[in-house]
C-alpha cells in the first residue's frame, strides 16, 4: 500500500525559509502525478505545488516565485522550498499521490509563519 510522510514543518518568521519532505512508498507505477496542498482553518484545501512524470512543475499563483517542488528518486522523497514566507503561508501541508488508482495523502505537517 502506499504510504506517504511529511515532515520539515515548523514556527518561522516573516520572510523566512522552509523544507518540508515527503518520504514514499509504493509508488510502483510510471504514470503519477505527485503534490503538495495546504490547508489553514476553516479553508478549503488547496493546491500548492504539482509534479508529474511526463510535465514540468506546475505552481500556485499564491506561491509561484516563492516555492520550488522537486523529487529526488532514489530516496523515493518529494520535497518543497518555501521561500519568503508569508503569515497567509500559514496552514498544515500535506503530501498527495495522484494515479490509476485513486488519490493518497499523507497525515500533513504544520508550517506556521508568525509576524
Known amino acids: 500500500q502506499v504510504q506517504l510522510v511529511e515532515s520539515g514543518g515548523g514556527l518561522v518568521q516573516p520572510g523566512g525559509s522552509l523544507r518540508l519532505s515527503c518520504a514514499a512508498s509504493?509508488?510502483?507505477?510510471?504514470?503519477?502525478?505527485m503534490g503538495w496542498y495546504r490547508q489553514a482553518p476553516g479553508k478549503q484545501r488547496e493546491l500548492v505545488a504539482v509534479i508529474t512524470t511526463t510535465g514540468s512543475p506546475k505552481y500556485a499563483d499564491s506561491v509561484r516565485g516563492r516555492f520550488t517542488i522537486a523529487g529526488d528518486n532514489s530516496k523515493n522523497t518529494l520535497y518543497l522550498a518555501m521561500n519568503s514566507l508569508k503569515p497567509e503561508d500559514t496552514a498544515v501541508y500535506y503530501c498527495?499521490?495522484?494515479?490509476?488508482?485513486?488519490?493518497?495523502w499523507g497525515r500533513g505537517t504544520q508550517v506556521t509563519v508568525y509576524s
Open positions: 509504493g509508488m510502483f507505477f510510471s504514470l503519477y502525478a
Open positions: 498527495h499521490l495522484g494515479r490509476f488508482d485513486g488519490n493518497f
